[in-house]
């Protein structure tokens, strides 16, 4: 996988992000009866994702 | 119930202490570089971003807005997602261009005194409300903890402690451009205390207020809206606008800048910031909900802001409550000290120095800086308390915070011209961020200055205020922005400036600007640093460039000039440093900066890590091209049209004696002799070979071929290009070996002359000989008849030297004859006896019956040769060696064997050879022996035998006692022969 896969993956992320957060998503949040922390965790889901992408990089940047 | 205002006084002042040995500690080298210098360490300094808004204002954020509050945070986890495309370049920019602020960036890439001034001014009054929130929150949680004392005297207090420390963290030292390695350690320390007290507090709650998180859960469901109520706001404009400002306030909040940017020790640290720093909002905010849901099950009579606080006392937990209370304090120094000295550098940068640095030369201007730095500080925490004392603000903590938030959202749009628009200019910037604050201070500020000036009355938009805001400063800013950028045109700088922006590259800023010497930077330096920084910054250059004070060339001055901008630039901001720099300066014109290929090389490396698709397979080609030139082994050159080195290779340099760096820039002229005069000439020539010509290098004559061609003509290429190219050719081994060829036919020549002679010679010679016989028979006969015995004297003495010319002729045949022994005639000879049988020859003539002859050769060793031949050169050898023997000497000759190879060595104890005549012994004719006395082929004869033999005779030079002459042959093998032809000596 080169690197510029790997840079690519980070806006993938980030968008993945926007869409779950700040999206119609969001709105299934407070309807599907998630407990409190729920979001915590997504939010931990995608800095889990984030680290694993970003330390696998062999050369940070564009 | 509540806790002691002095214990709390007390607490604060021990904390205090505490985070000031912590960095005292790290900067006096006490705590281990590695623990300082560390990813770990430098993402927990990244925390200052939680404050006491954080702290408090969470919670109040999640009463009124419920997750929203989050926003706050994810924001920010969303621009370090985004890290290697926005933080990672900045970073870059900052390090490369010693941008100390984030006015130094913005007055970098736009350019000119009044960017960093708007800029500045704009983020002071813009951070003015977050100072005082953090003034607010520790003041209130104060109150919440002990009702003793008015806020105001709180406040105050607070402030000047803060200013002490804010102080000896960011203004102790003289040198600002050094990192504060204490300030960092010591804000690590405050960020881990912050989520210490805010965990300890969270798991409080589960434990103590709720007894078990099955319980915390039991209430929740009891409570059924209590969580489904947190989740609403994400429908509102709201959550979108907090997300959009927390993003921009990860970089664009001044103290944000300076940790994550100005403070960073190693850009590695900052891949590990990506996640490790969203991951301790995470944790720290983990607690905000259960310290809601347990105000709200306690049924706080406090502001939901101070819920935590509230929950330990009204529990009896002082301790926890003084913990608590340390954490707040913890935020809000933090927060208050790395601002005021964020704030602090932007001021000096682009207010203080522009205003004061004119004419006069300060006495001592680093001294200077730091008591400007110092009082700027406190003045800047004192506008806070005046903020503070000035505003009344019923709503929550966060609404402080959300106004700066928007004021610095207005530098959004310059920093995206800054990263990704070259188009961008200053005009645009200025008007767009001019614009924004305006809206911004309408929207925001007056209201709370002015009680009935609330402007949103009266725009017809259904939405919370702080969408309304956001959206109508970002919209002007942004058309603002784009229509000036659009309507002006950018300068050469801002061209240059930009450029060096997007690909992060190390571009000469104002290479089209550079002084005549050196000295001429020194002198404008001068003027407004003062004599001691000038000459401090002019050395730092200059070692860092690797050059002289004397440098003159306008390539090296260019570089020169780069480098001390750049650090000037770390000093007193970029635009000042511009502008110090340029003092004075000529400007060339602009095809001067294409003409420097240094500086175009420098370009291209730096920028080859962005380099995509043809524009890489293009430098790949050049990189090629260069190597191939720079490795040819002919020297080769080019000379611009100008008369001034531009490509100088490795052979070339071989050649000369001179370095590229050196040459490169240099005018022929310049170049050192001779070297100067043969290229000057040569290039002014109209001949465009030379072939042969003799130079002097290093003490020798060398032989040189010159060749030149013309590069590039107007019609089709770049005049900047154009000029000639020279190759030069070494040929002097080439001489070298030309002239040792004509030696071995001038000796083949001699040889064939030799055998002309003696054949010519030796017919009439045999005539007089037979005549010269019969007079000495006649004058026999007259003897005995008593006639004239003179006759037969006369007789006798031509015969005798018709015997010595015999035997010149038979010593010139045999040499001439040389060619005529063929390898098929060799045998075995024992070495051994021709030495003995030479020997006995010598022993026969008078001359060296005195003399000793010690032999000590091997007596099995064979060669393959002609042992007559072989007797012949021990003959000669031992001849030349009685002659130059004292009577009674010993003559020595000793044999060995090693792979392969006999040695043997004829010793005497004469006077030895002169070395000066050693190269010249062994050719014909050559003799040092008075005339008469030796034909001088002795030597010659002997070494035609030994290279037909296979073997060589050379001189012992190291031989201190005579003459030592060595022969080596190779030792007979059964299936060897030597050639005819023997290897060259």
């Known amino acids: 996988m080169s690197d510029k896969t790997r840079h690519d993956h980070t806006l993938l992320i980030f968008f993945a992000a926007v869409f779950v957060f700040n999206s119609p998503l969001t709105n299934w949040w407070s309807l599907i009866g998630l407990p409190w922390y729920a979001i915590f965790v997504v939010w931990a889901l995608f800095i889990l994702i984030a680290a694993v992408n970003l330390t696998r990089d062999t050369n940070d940047g564009r | 119930m509540g806790v002691e205002l002095w214990w709390l006084f007390a607490a604060a002042i021990v904390y205090l202490i505490v985070l000031f040995l912590v960095a005292y500690s790290a900067d006096s080298g006490l705590i281990s570089k590695r623990l300082i210098s560390n990813p770990v360490v430098y993402s927990l300094s990244l925390g200052v971003y939680a404050t006491s808004w954080t702290y408090y204002g969470s919670v109040g954020l999640a009463d009124t807005s419920g997750y929203a509050f989050l926003n706050i945070y994810l924001g920010v986890t969303g621009a370090f997602l985004l890290?290697?495309?926005?933080?990672?370049?900045?970073?870059?920019?900052?390090?490369?261009?010693?941008?100390?602020?984030?006015?130094?960036?913005?007055?970098?890439?736009?350019?000119?005194?009044?960017?960093?001034?708007?800029?500045?001014?704009f983020m002071l009054i813009g951070i003015l409300p977050y100072i005082s929130l953090q003034i607010r929150a520790v003041t209130e949680s104060i109150q919440v903890l002990s009702r003793q004392v008015p806020p105001v005297i709180l406040a105050l207090v607070f402030c000047l402690m803060i200013t002490v420390f804010a102080i000896l963290f960011g203004a102790r030292h003289l040198s600002p451009r050094e990192k504060h390695h204490g300030l960092v350690v010591a804000i690590a320390f405050e960020s881990a205390i912050k989520l210490l007290a805010l965990l300890v507090a969270g798991v409080f709650v589960i434990t103590q207020v709720f007894d078990s998180p099955a319980a915390m859960g039991e209430w929740i469901a009891t409570n059924e809206n209590a969580v489904a109520d947190l989740y609403t706001p994400a429908q509102s404009g709201l959550w979108s606008t907090l997300l959009l400002l927390a993003f921009c306030a990860a970089f664009l909040l001044p103290r944000q800048y300076?940790?994550?940017?100005?403070?960073?020790?190693?850009?590695?640290?900052?891949?590990?910031?990506?996640?490790?720093?969203?991951?301790?909002?995470?944790?720290?905010?983990?607690?905000?909900?259960?310290?809601?849901?347990?105000?709200?099950?306690?049924?706080?009579?406090?502001?939901?802001?101070?819920?935590?606080?509230?929950?330990?006392?009204?529990?009896?937990?002082?301790?926890?409550?003084?913990?608590?209370?340390?954490?707040?304090?913890s935020a809000a120094s933090a927060m208050m000290i790395v601002t005021s000295l964020a704030l602090s550098y932007m001021c000096l940068n682009h207010i203080l120095l522009p205003a004061s640095l004119s004419g006069t030369q300060p006495t001592d201007f680093y001294r200077r800086l730091l008591w400007s730095k110092r009082i700027i500080i406190a003045l800047i925490i004192a506008a806070g308390y005046g903020f503070y004392i000035v505003i009344e603000l019923n709503e929550g903590l966060a609404s402080l915070g959300l106004i700066s938030f928007v004021a610095a959202a207005q530098l959004l749009p310059g920093m995206i011209g800054v990263l990704f628009w070259q188009r961008a200019t200053q005009v645009g910037f200025l008007a767009g961020l001019i614009g924004g604050a305006l809206v911004w201070f309408t929207l925001l500020i007056l209201p709370l200055l002015v009680s009935d000036a609330n402007i949103t009355e009266l725009i017809p938009i259904d939405t919370d205020i702080w969408s309304l805001s956001t959206f109508c400063t970002l919209t002007t800013n942004a058309l603002l922005f784009v229509l000036g950028s659009l309507l002006s045109k950018p300068t050469l700088d801002e061209v240059t400036a930009s450029q060096a922006a997007i690909e992060q590259t190390s571009f000469a800023l104002s290479a089209p600007y550079?002084?005549?010497?050196?000295?001429?930077?020194?002198?404008?330096?001068?003027?407004?640093?003062?004599?001691?920084?000038?000459?401090?910054?002019?050395?730092?250059?200059?070692?860092?460039?690797?050059?002289?004070?004397?440098?003159?060339?306008?390539?090296?001055?260019?570089?020169?000039?780069?480098?001390?901008?750049?650090?000037?630039?770390?000093?007193?901001?970029?635009?000042?440093?511009?502008?110090?720099?340029?003092?004075?300066?000529?400007?060339?014109?602009?095809?001067?900066?294409?003409?420097?290929?240094?500086?175009?090389?420098?370009?291209?490396?730096?920028?080859?890590?962005?380099?995509?698709?043809?524009?890489?397979?293009?430098?790949?080609?050049?990189?090629?091209?260069?190597?191939?030139?720079?490795?040819?082994?002919?020297?080769?050159?080019?000379?611009?049209?100008?008369?001034?080195?531009?490509?100088?290779?490795?052979?070339?340099?071989?050649?000369?004696?001179?370095?590229?760096?050196?040459?490169?820039?240099?005018?022929?002229?310049d170049l050192p002799a001779p070297w100067n005069t043969l290229l000057g000439e040569f290039t002014e020539s109209a001949e465009n070979h030379r072939f042969s010509y003799q130079v002097s290098?290093?003490?020798?004559?060398?032989?040189?071929?010159?060749?030149?061609?013309?590069?590039?003509?107007?019609?089709?290429?770049?005049?900047?290009?154009?000029?000639?190219?020279?190759?030069?050719?070494?040929?002097?081994?080439?001489?070298?070996?030309?002239?040792?060829?004509?030696?071995?036919?001038?000796?083949?020549?001699?040889?064939?002359?030799?055998?002309?002679?003696?054949?010519?010679?030796?017919?009439?010679?045999?005539?007089?000989?037979?005549?010269?016989?019969?007079?000495?028979?006649?004058?026999?006969?007259?003897?005995?008849?008593?006639?004239?015995?003179?006759?037969?004297?006369?007789?006798?003495?031509?015969?005798?030297?018709?015997?010595?010319?015999?035997?010149?002729?038979?010593?010139?045949?045999?040499?001439?004859?040389?060619?005529?022994?063929?390898?098929?005639?060799?045998?075995?000879?024992?070495?051994?006896?021709?030495?003995?049988?030479?020997?006995?020859?010598?022993?026969?003539?008078?001359?060296?019956?005195?003399?000793?002859?010690?032999?000590?050769?091997?007596?099995?060793?064979?060669?393959?040769?002609?042992?007559?031949?072989?007797?012949?050169?021990?003959?000669?050898?031992?001849?030349?060696?009685?002659?130059?023997?004292?009577?009674?000497?010993?003559?020595?000759?000793?044999?060995?064997?090693?792979?392969?190879?006999?040695?043997?060595?004829?010793?005497?104890?004469?006077?030895?050879?002169?070395?000066?005549?050693?190269?010249?012994?062994?050719?014909?004719?050559?003799?040092?022996?008075?005339?008469?006395?030796?034909?001088?082929?002795?030597?010659?004869?002997?070494?035609?035998?030994?290279?037909?033999?296979?073997?060589?005779?050379?001189?012992?030079?190291?031989?201190?006692?005579?003459?030592?002459?060595?022969?080596?042959?190779?030792?007979?093998?059964?299936?060897?022969?030597?050639?005819?032809?023997?290897?060259?000596?």
């Not at chain 2, 926005?86 to 390090?95: A, D, E, G, Q």
């Open chain 2, 514 to 669: 550079t002084a005549r010497s050196a000295g001429q930077y020194l002198y404008a330096m001068q003027q407004v640093l003062g004599n001691k920084v000038a000459h401090q910054e002019m050395k730092r250059a200059l070692d860092e460039t690797s050059l002289d004070m004397d440098e003159t060339r306008a390539p090296e001055l260019r570089v020169l000039h780069e480098r001390l901008e750049r650090n000037i630039s770390g000093l007193v901001g970029p635009t000042l440093a511009r502008s110090i720099v340029r003092q004075n300066r000529h400007g060339l014109d602009s095809d001067a900066d294409s003409q420097d290929t240094r500086l175009l090389e420098m370009r291209l490396e730096a920028s080859r890590e962005q380099m995509r698709g043809m524009t890489k397979q293009l430098d790949d080609l050049r990189r090629y091209l260069r190597d191939v030139l720079h490795q040819l082994p002919l020297g080769a050159c080019s000379i611009s049209s100008d008369g001034s080195v531009y490509l100088w290779n490795s052979a070339m340099q071989s050649l000369t004696g001179i370095s590229e760096r050196v040459a490169q820039g240099s005018v022929i002229s």
């Open chain 2, 83 to 121: 890290g290697p495309y926005i933080l990672k370049p900045i970073l870059t920019l900052c390090r490369e261009y010693q941008l100390t602020s984030i006015a130094d960036l913005l007055a970098f890439r736009y350019g000119g005194r009044g960017t960093g001034f708007v800029v500045t001014l």
């Open chain 2, 697 to 985: 290098r290093h003490g020798k004559l060398a032989s040189v071929n010159l060749h030149k061609a013309d590069i590039g003509t107007p019609a089709n290429t770049d005049d900047a290009f154009a000029g000639q190219v020279i190759l030069m050719e070494d040929r002097t081994d080439y001489d070298t070996l030309e002239a040792e060829l004509a030696h071995s036919e001038r000796l083949a020549s001699i040889g064939r002359l030799a055998a002309g002679v003696a054949h010519e010679i030796g017919n009439p010679l045999t005539g007089i000989a037979s005549i010269a016989q019969n007079l000495v028979h006649d004058a026999g006969q007259a003897l005995e008849n008593n006639d004239d015995e003179e006759v037969g004297e006369q007789a006798t003495d031509i015969l005798n030297q018709v015997g010595r010319i015999n035997s010149i002729v038979h010593s010139l045949l045999t040499f001439s004859h040389e060619d005529k022994i063929s390898g098929s005639s060799f045998d075995s000879v024992l070495i051994n006896q021709s030495v003995q049988e030479a020997v006995r020859l010598v022993k026969l003539s008078d001359q060296s019956k005195s003399i000793d002859f010690d032999v000590s050769v091997p007596s099995d060793i064979e060669v393959s040769g002609d042992a007559n031949q072989l007797v012949q050169v021990f003959v000669n050898l031992l001849n030349n060696a009685c002659d130059a023997s004292p009577p009674k000497a010993t003559i020595r000759i000793t044999g060995s064997v090693l792979d392969e190879q006999l040695t043997i060595a004829v010793e005497d104890s004469g006077a030895g050879i002169d070395p000066s005549i050693s190269e010249q012994i062994f050719e014909p004719f050559f003799t040092t022996k008075s005339v008469g006395s030796g034909t001088g082929l002795g030597l010659s004869l002997v070494y035609s035998i030994m290279s037909r033999h296979g073997g060589r005779v050379r001189i012992d030079e190291q031989y201190e006692h005579g003459t030592r002459i060595v022969l080596t042959l190779p030792v007979a093998d059964s299936n060897d022969q030597p050639s005819a032809q023997a290897h060259s000596l």
């Open chain 2, 258 to 329: 300076h940790m994550t940017f100005v403070e960073n020790e190693n850009p590695k640290h900052l891949k590990t910031a990506y996640w490790l720093f969203p991951l301790y909002l995470l944790l720290l905010n983990l607690p905000v909900i259960p310290i809601l849901f347990a105000g709200r099950y306690l049924e706080l009579n406090i502001a939901p802001d101070f819920y935590v606080l509230g929950m330990t006392l009204s529990l009896g937990k002082e301790w926890l409550a003084v913990l608590v209370f340390l954490g707040g304090l």
